[in-house]
């Protein structure tokens, strides 16, 4: 069996696990969707006042996106791994061909079906209940795809040093929640005390933000990054640290007790 | 004969917590090992290191001619004692899924004949009853036809039926030449599957062999049990010695005495002897000694001698008292 045969096998059990998990699947989709609904259809933005949601509501799309893309990801890789240390299925996995990398990816490739599915019901919504005027640009499908991979890196080592599915969960609302807001996705750097940038530079999330923002916010004033295309190196910012959040994570799965 | 699992020496600690001291067993090509003894003693620990998937501290292990973590996955066959996989597959998909990760893997509907789960194949593992969910557990464990197999508690929650099944199951597959490791608590089990069994205790390997030279060597002499109020002091004057049964014979002490040493033949002696004496009983039973008297006996021994090193001061240098009793063998 080749490489791609053990992630197929790995990939269909883990869509068919979660997809009859019902109550997983309703509340994947509920939490953007209600988030939408509150931040965007009844509180609503206001270009012209002060505060939160002064900027167009396109400017949001980046945030609702980051929802999905990090909260899920987060939430159930950390869950994931901890259920499969809990019912010893690592045990039995480290005596299969089945590598650790491996594993993870047939993991993020169930996650970036789900998350691809819950960002385009997002969109939609955006569109429909905020008026939002985005472009559709490809580069949403890589931004996405490599924001999974990276958070589902997050995710992994998050599962494998918190010692319970509990804890994982707590773990991932504990960093996700501070990331969601401070990595420019509902918060302009503008209103952020200046000796918070670093900070905000370091997440992961700041550059999906900014990639997106750039790529489908025309009036957007997403800087350019040494020269090059803001779209385009945000994307490549995002996908260095995607590559190590995923070997990290890989390396932080258990083989052993 | 070759050694298809070797292990030398192999010690493990957690904490304060000796789970393997000096550990050593091999096993043959096609031959059925049996780990037997007290819960903690160390089985779970040793199939682990085993397998690769806990690093002992010290000592070597060698499975199919390679360490545990180099060796060839496609011939190795692992049920992890507490292993619960996904319970929204059903059983085929299950075993489809274990089976996709293999090179050359088997028919999962052929294997779900082997356990015995065909009418079971479309059910959630969730909804299985605890011992079809082990036999699909076992049946992972088949889906690559491994050459090698380790399987921790195979039967823990089987029904006496489906043990049956699983016993033929791993006979067949020791007939076929695949080398099978079990942990079990069941000595009925492991007398009828090992071609060895090794008894674990507190961390060691305090006896390995035939089952049969194991009962002959630690196993004591026949006995024949008499349900009776009477104390062994009412049977002073039999020809055989005379004392009460050993615990863990499913009745309290004071409710039996046990004759030992007598030959089937001779029961009739000790029925006139109680008539004759008006001893008043319930009933007779006449054994002779099994694996579970080897357990008992080996096993209350190393607690006893646990006890006497804890009651001694001495309880934490395990180690220390082994490598001792090597220099001394050396």
């Known amino acids: ?207 999906f933000a900014r990639g997106v923002r750039a790529a489908t916010y025309t009036d957007a004033t997403t800087p350019a990054v040494a020269g090059v295309d803001p779209a385009l190196a945000n994307l490549g910012i995002l996908t260095a640290l995607a590559v190590v959040a995923f070997a990290l994570g890989a390396r932080s799965i258990p083989r052993t007790d | 004969m070759e050694a298809v699992v070797e292990a030398t020496d192999l010690e493990k600690t957690y904490g304060e917590t000796v789970a393997l001291s000096r550990a050593s067993l091999s096993v043959a090509r096609g031959e059925v090992f049996a780990l037997i003894g007290p819960n903690g003693a160390g089985k779970t620990t040793l199939v682990r290191a085993l397998t690769g998937t806990t690093e002992p501290d010290s000592g070597s292990a060698r499975i199919l001619g390679a360490s545990p973590a180099a060796v060839d996955r496609d011939r190795l066959g692992v049920l992890p004692q507490e292993f619960s996989p996904p319970g929204r597959l059903s059983a085929r998909e299950l075993l489809a899924y274990y089976a996709g990760l293999y090179d050359d893997a088997r028919d999962p509907d052929d294997v779900l004949a082997d356990v015995g789960l065909v009418d079971a194949g479309g059910t959630w593992y969730e909804d299985l009853s605890g011992g079809q969910q082990r036999r699909a557990c076992v049946g992972s464990t088949l889906v690559n036809d491994p050459d090698l197999l380790f399987l921790d508690e195979p039967t823990t929650g089987i029904d006496p039926a489906g043990r049956r099944t699983v016993w033929r199951l791993i006979e067949d597959l020791a007939d076929a030449g695949t080398t099978v490791v079990l942990t079990t608590h069941d000595m009925a089990e492991a007398e009828r599957l090992a071609d060895r069994v090794g008894l674990l205790a507190d961390g060691s390997l305090v006896a390995q062999g035939p089952p049969e030279a194991l009962v002959r060597d630690h196993g004591g002499s026949s006995r024949l049990t008499i349900e009776t109020a009477a104390a062994p002091d009412a049977f002073a004057d039999l020809a055989y010695p005379v004392e009460r049964p050993e615990r863990g014979r499913n009745r309290t002490p004071d409710s039996a005495v046990v004759v030992r040493e007598i030959d089937p033949a001779a029961i009739g002696t000790v029925v006139d002897y109680l008539e004759e004496r008006e001893i008043e009983y319930t009933e007779l039973s006449w054994a002779e000694p099994d694996l579970e008297d080897v357990y008992l006996t080996l096993a209350d021994a190393t607690e006893r001698e646990r006890t006497d090193r804890l009651e001694s001061g001495d309880g934490g240098d395990r180690g220390g008292s082994n490598l001792a009793q090597s220099g001394e063998t050396a």
Not at chain 1, 20 to 33: C, E, I, L, Q, S
Not at chain 1, 118 to 137: D, E, K, M, P, Y
């Open chain 1, 1 to 207: 069996m080749s490489r791609m045969g053990r992630v197929r096998a790995e990939t269909t059990a883990g869509w068919r696990s979660f997809i009859r998990r019902r109550t997983a699947v309703f509340f994947t989709f509920f939490f953007p969707v209600i988030l939408i609904v509150i931040f965007g259809a009844l509180i609503r933005t206001d270009p012209t006042g002060e505060g939160l949601f002064t900027e167009p509501a396109a400017y949001y799309v980046p945030g609702y996106l980051a929802v999905v893309v990090l909260f899920t990801p987060l939430s159930r890789m950390g869950s994931e791994v901890a259920r499969h240390r809990e019912g010893s299925r690592f045990e039995k996995l480290a005596t299969t061909p089945l590598t650790r990398p491996e594993w993870l990816l047939a993991q993020t490739a169930v996650n970036a079906a789900i998350i691809g599915l819950a960002s385009l019901l997002i969109l939609g919504l955006v569109v429909l209940l905020t008026g939002a005027q985005i472009a559709f640009s490809p580069l949403l499908v890589p931004y996405i795809l490599i924001g999974v991979i990276c958070f589902c890196g997050v995710g992994a080592m998050l599962g494998s040093y918190t010692d319970s599915q509990d804890g994982a969960v707590a773990a991932s609302n504990a960093i996700g929640l501070p990331l969601l807001f401070l990595s420019e996705t509902f918060i302009s750097l503008s209103q952020l005390p200046g000796w918070f940038e670093p900070l905000v530079n370091l997440s992961p999330l700041t550059y």
